[in-house]
């Protein structure tokens, strides 16, 4: 199971940037499918979450400036981000709680390896 993050980059303020990121490989079921990001220097935090059943979660810092959404036939989950701010500089992770079709594991999570998003004042 291989977790791929697109769309990253350098941004002006106030303008906008669509995420991607594909899950592939022996998939059974994605239950989740979330973003994360971590700022220079800082911890990582949850930016918002999407379930295979369409419930969301934002951060406060998202809620009215980033959309979720998720192509369940693809595999794929989507962050578009609109009114950046230099704030919003960091590396955006995708994590996918997945239950693989083959081997005995249960569900598990899977990290992306990141995409670097830079906002210029």
């Known amino acids: 199971v291989h977790v791929v993050e697109s769309g990253g980059g350098l941004v002006q303020a106030g303008g906008s940037l669509r995420l991607s990121c594909a899950a592939s490989?022996?998939?059974?079921?994605?239950?989740?499918m979330s973003w994360y990001r971590q700022p220079p220097g800082k911890e990582r935090e949850l930016v918002a979450g999407?379930?295979?059943?369409?419930?969301?979660n934002y951060a406060e810092f998202a809620k009215g400036r980033f959309t979720i959404s998720r192509d369940n036939g693809q595999n794929t989950v989507y962050l578009q981000m609109k009114s950046l701010e230099p704030e919003d500089t960091a590396v955006y992770y995708c994590v996918a709680n997945i239950w693989p079709s083959t081997g005995n594991r249960g569900s598990a999570d899977y990290w992306g390896q990141g995409t670097q998003v830079t906002v210029s004042s």
């Open positions: 999407l379930t295979a059943g369409g419930d969301i």
């Open positions: 490989g022996s998939i059974r079921r994605i239950n989740i």
